[in-house]
């Protein structure tokens, strides 16, 4: 009983996205932004809103996945230890097949460590592996750690860590100076602040949480994400977004 219910929920979350996301478009009030479940997948029916913020924006640090110019550029605030993360990260995977090759969507991982002192150490393991290999290696390592199951001791999250660093053609050594370094840690939590400042954590900074992804437009509107929307919403989003503009 429940499936099905589920089931319905996600046609219904496409229309009430729709209407709200061309209100959003045609409109130039702002809506206040209502508290939501963030770390809920099936909290599709939420009101997904128009924003309009400075804390959002593409950064030079970033690593980009596809067309830096695309006209949407989806940011995704992540923590590796979080379950609905890795179901998103997928999503976004799609949503980049479908809407990437062509420039029309191109997406930012932020990282936004929540779970502890492991999840910022993968967190920076993805920095380094930019660092030292380029864009693809940090979209490279991001997958890779999502995949893996690490262990529960830090010293062997380390180990694991360098293990996927070797496999991806990366120095070991570099790797683990670059993940022991200040500035890598430093970082990685100016991206956590840039995700405070969004918005990532609620008003209230409890009300949030992971993943949060925003979506941002070339005229530098902003349509924020609330947790691990599955494909069918994410897409009907952007197809209205892309038609408005």
């Not at 609330?226 to 994410?234: C, E, I, K, L």
Request: include cysteine; proline fraction near 4%; aromatic fraction near 8%.
């Amino acid at each position: 009983m429940q499936e099905k219910s589920n089931n319905l929920l996600i046609p219904i979350a496409i229309i009430i996205a729709g209407g709200l996301i061309f209100w959003g478009i045609m409109s130039n009030q702002k809506k206040p932004e209502q508290p939501s479940d963030a770390l809920n997948p099936e909290s599709e029916t939420q009101e997904i809103q128009t924003t309009s913020t400075d804390a959002v924006g593409v950064l030079k640090t970033d690593y980009i996945l596809g067309n830096p110019d695309a006209d949407l550029i989806l940011i995704t605030f992540s923590d590796f230890e979080c379950s609905f993360c890795k179901i998103f990260h997928q999503t976004m995977h799609q949503i980049i097949d479908e809407y990437g090759k062509d420039g029309r969507v191109a997406w930012v991982f932020r990282q936004f460590p929540i779970h502890g002192v492991t999840a910022e150490e993968k967190a920076a393991a993805t920095r380094c592996a930019g660092q030292l290999g380029g864009n693809n290696k940090f979209w490279e390592m991001s997958d890779k750690i999502f995949k893996t199951e690490f262990s529960q001791e830090r010293s062997f999250v380390t180990e694991q860590l360098a293990e996927l660093a070797r496999a991806m053609g990366l120095e070991e050594k570099n790797f683990l100076t670059c993940l022991d370094n200040k500035n890598t840690i430093a970082s990685v939590q100016q991206e956590y602040q840039t995700g405070v400042n969004a918005g990532v954590l609620g008003e209230s900074g409890t009300t949030g949480g992971t993943p949060y992804t925003i979506i941002l437009t070339r005229m530098g509107k902003t349509y924020p994400i609330n947790g691990a929307q599955p494909y069918s919403v994410v897409k009907s989003i952007i197809d209205i977004i892309l038609q408005g503009q």
